[in-house]
């Protein structure tokens, strides 16, 4: 059976910073590329950042690219997203998904994905 588990969300104020982390289990991660979504309340699911199977290629939505770094542990099968200087318009429910990777590329559409965790919420205060 397929898990994934984010951790790490809560309330924080504009400026701070977060680290989230999706643990994986059911699958090998090194063999799956990664990514965390967000959904805002009224808003559809957007891309936030993707990570290869092995960690060398990252890809940024254009609205955290310098502030939020996505990064991975095949060992420990997790995957993590740093996010510094953070804005009230951050506030939604953090997804990781998981969709298997035969070339290392990274996926920005939500369809490409196959697994999916439940989602931790951040809640950035003004």
């Known amino acids: 059976q397929v898990q994934l588990v984010e951790s790490g969300g809560g309330l924080v104020q504009a400026g701070g910073s977060l680290r989230l982390s999706c643990a994986v289990a059911?699958?090998?991660?090194?063999?799956?590329?990664m990514g965390w979504f967000r959904q805002a309340p009224g808003k559809e699911r957007e891309f936030v950042a993707a990570?290869?199977?092995?960690?060398?290629?990252?890809y940024y939505a254009d609205s955290v690219k310098g502030r939020f770094t996505i990064s991975r542990d095949n060992v420990k099968n997790t995957v993590y997203l740093q996010m510094n200087s953070l804005k009230p318009e951050d506030t939604a429910v953090y997804y990781c998904?998981?969709?298997?990777?035969?070339?290392?590329?990274?996926?920005?559409?939500?369809?490409?994905?196959?697994?999916w965790g439940q989602g931790t919420q951040v809640t950035v205060s003004s």
């Open positions: 059911g699958i090998t991660s090194s063999s799956y590329a």
């Open positions: 998904a998981a969709v298997a990777s035969l070339y290392g590329g990274t996926y920005v559409r939500n369809y490409e994905y196959r697994y």
């Open positions: 990570i290869n199977r092995s960690g060398g290629n990252t």
